[in-house]
C-alpha cells in the first residue's frame, strides 16, 4: 500500500501504479487477491484500469486505493483515500478514518455486527458527512474475497450477527458529503468466475482453453481483465463472450448516485482474545 502511495503523483498512469504494486506483491512473495483498485472521487469502488488505459491522475482527484494480496489463499484487504495536490476534502477523508479506528477498538469475540455498524455511522455523521448505506465490510475466508458475514456502515438493529474468535473481517466506511448510496456504473475491468457447470455451453476451443487458464490461474479471486491478455488474441471479445453464456462476471464501478466524492479507509482484522489484531496497518 504505501509504495502504492508513493508512486501516486499528477500525470502518473492508473496503469503504471496498478501494474507496479501488482509486481510488489509478487515479488515479495504473495499474490494479488484481486487486482488494485483505483477509483476516482465519485467512484467508490471498482475501477481498475485495462491493458491500455491511459487515465492519469490529476490534480484534485480524490483517489481510493484498494489493494489485496494473499499466501496460499490467506486473504489481507486494505484501503486508503487520498488526495492529490489540494486538501479540500481534509475532513472527508478523517471522518472515514476516524471511523475505521473506533470500529476496531470495540471489535472482539461476541461484538454484534450491528454495533459496529453503529459506531461508524454515527463517527462519520459527527462530521457532517454520511455513510454508504449499500456498501459494507466483510468477512474473510481462504480463497474466498467476501465470505458471508457483511459489516454494515450504518445503523443497524436488525442484524443480531457476532464475531468470534478467530474471525477474519475487513472494515471499510466509506463517507460522502452526498446522500450515501452507491448504484451501478460502467465496467470495472474486473471479473470473476461465476459458474463452473455453464463452462460446458463453451464450443469454441480456444475460448475451452482460455477459460480453463483462467480457472486453474484464478480459481474463486477476483481477475482483471489486462491479467487475460497474454492468454489469447483478442481478450475482449473473449470476456465478452463468456459474460454472454454467465460463466463470468464483471463487476460494475459503484457510483455514489448523486455524484457526490466518496473517501474509504480498510483494514483487514483478526478476531482475537479480548480484542482484534490488525494485519494491515501501515
Given at each position: ?125 459527527s462530521y457532517n458527512f454520511n455513510p ?151
Amino acid at each position: 500500500m504505501q509504495f502504492g502511495v508513493n508512486l501516486i503523483k499528477p500525470g502518473i498512469s492508473y496503469f503504471h501504479v496498478a501494474d507496479r504494486i501488482e509486481s510488489q506483491i509478487i515479488e515479495q512473495g504473495a499474490k494479488p487477491s484481486f487486482p488494485v483498485n483505483i477509483s476516482k472521487n465519485e467512484i467508490a469502488a471498482h475501477y481498475s484500469p485495462n491493458y491500455d488505459d491511459n487515465t492519469i491522475f490529476k490534480k484534485g482527484d480524490l483517489i481510493k486505493l484498494d489493494v489485496g494480496s494473499h499466501v496460499d489463499g490467506y486473504i489481507a484487504d486494505v484501503a486508503i483515500t487520498l488526495e492529490i495536490g489540494s486538501n479540500k476534502h481534509t475532513e472527508l477523508i478523517k471522518a472515514s478514518s476516524e471511523a475505521l479506528d473506533n470500529a476496531i477498538d470495540i471489535i472482539k469475540p461476541g461484538i454484534a455486527v450491528s454495533e459496529i455498524g453503529n459506531i461508524i455511522d454515527s463517527t462519520i455523521k459527527s462530521y457532517n458527512f454520511n455513510p454508504i448505506n449499500n456498501l459494507t465490510g466483510h468477512s474473510l475466508d481462504r480463497y474466498e474475497l467476501h465470505s458471508g458475514v457483511s459489516i454494515p456502515n450504518v445503523a443497524n438493529t436488525i442484524n443480531k450477527k457476532k464475531l468470534k474468535y478467530g474471525d477474519a473481517i475487513a472494515i471499510e466506511p466509506f463517507s460522502t458529503i452526498g446522500d450515501g448510496h452507491v448504484i451501478s456504473g460502467d465496467g470495472s475491468n474486473i471479473y470473476l468466475i461465476k459458474s463452473l457447470i455453464k463452462s460446458r455451453l463453451i464450443r469454441e476451443k480456444k475460448l475451452k482453453i482460455l477459460f480453463e487458464n483462467m480457472k486453474n490461474r484464478f480459481g474463486t479471486l477476483p481477475f482483471a481483465q489486462r491479467w487475460c491478455k497474454n492468454m489469447t488474441n483478442n481478450v475482449d471479445i473473449s470476456l465478452k463472450k463468456l459474460s454472454f453464456f454467465g460463466i463470468i462476471k464483471q463487476y460494475s464501478q459503484l457510483v455514489e448516485q448523486g455524484k457526490s466524492v466518496v473517501s474509504q479507509k480498510e483494514h483487514t482484522v483478526l478476531v482475537i482474545e479480548g480484542g482484534c489484531e490488525v494485519i494491515t496497518r501501515i
